[in-house]
T-cell receptor, first 114, second 114 residues
Framework: ELKVEQNPLFLSMQEGKNYTIYCNYSTTSDRLYWYRQDPGKSLESLFVLLSNGAVKQEGRLMASLDTKARLSTLHITAAVHDLSATYFCAVDFRNSGGYQKVTFGTGTKLQVIP | AAGVIQSPRHLIKEKRETATLKCYPIPRHDTVYWYQQGPGQDPQFLISFYEKMQSDKGSIPDRFSAQQFSDYHSELNMSSLELGDSALYFC?????????????FGPGTRLTVL
């Protein structure tokens, strides 16, 4: 069974600081997604990483994928309060029928303090 | 751009009642997924359909059933509701044959069982 672990689970950081969220997964996959969720809201797609070494950047967020290490990172640069949310990674692999199956990580609740 | 539509957005039911949640995927998307998210939890996969056939099954209780119709909309039917069924239910859609097969999430239905 695929396991997807994120750490940390909770992150409280000051505005202007940098930090990295880690996403480890237990089986081979070359497709990984990062989502953002605000309280009571839906999941918003942030990044789609499709190959080993993929790096995507949007504003203060940068995501990378190392398929050999089964690791993805979400790096936050100079955090601002608006980034406060829960961030999920999700790993895509194929089930026995060849269909897509996505398993979500446990989520990282980020709080940016002014 | 058109997004995933879910209805109703909020639903309040009594124990042992039934509920039906509806999902309208993004046009031309061929796969629909249902997730359940309890408070403070990551989304738990329930079931998915590809081209109107069940493609995968997750932790969906026997009291729940779902189907995808000829117009690609999907319905999640929940019977004998229990207090523990109170959660946010998300529908997502994707294009299975797409390069990324990225899932796009609807706004969710908040189900409260009293």
């Amino acid at each position: 069974e695929l396991k997807v672990e994120q750490n940390p689970l909770f992150l409280s950081m000051q505005e202007g600081k940098n930090y990295t969220i880690y996403c480890n997964y237990s089986t081979t996959s070359d497709r990984l997604y990062w989502y953002r969720q605000d309280p009571g809201k839906s999941l918003e797609s942030l990044f789609v990483l499709l190959s080993n070494g993929a790096v995507k950047q949007e504003g203060r967020l940068m995501a990378s994928l190392d398929t050999k290490a089964r690791l993805s990172t979400l790096h936050i640069t100079a955090a601002v309060h608006d980034l406060s949310a829960t961030y999920f990674c999700a790993v895509d692999f194929r089930n026995s029928g060849g269909y897509q199956k996505v398993t979500f990580g446990t989520g990282t609740k980020l709080q940016v303090i002014p | 751009a058109a997004g995933v539509i879910q209805s109703p957005r909020h639903l309040i039911k009594e124990k042992r009642e039934t509920a039906t949640l509806k999902c309208y995927p993004i046009p031309r998307h061929d796969t629909v997924y249902w997730y359940q998210q309890g408070p403070g939890q990551d989304p738990q996969f329930l079931i998915s359909f590809y081209e109107k056939m069940q493609s995968d099954k997750g932790s969906i209780p026997d009291r729940f059933s779902a189907q995808q119709f000829s117009d690609y909309h999907s319905e999640l039917n929940m019977s004998s509701l229990e207090l523990g069924d109170s959660a946010l239910y998300f529908c997502a859609s994707s294009l299975e044959s797409g390069r990324a097969s990225e899932q796009f999430f609807g706004p969710g239905t908040r189900l409260t069982v009293l």
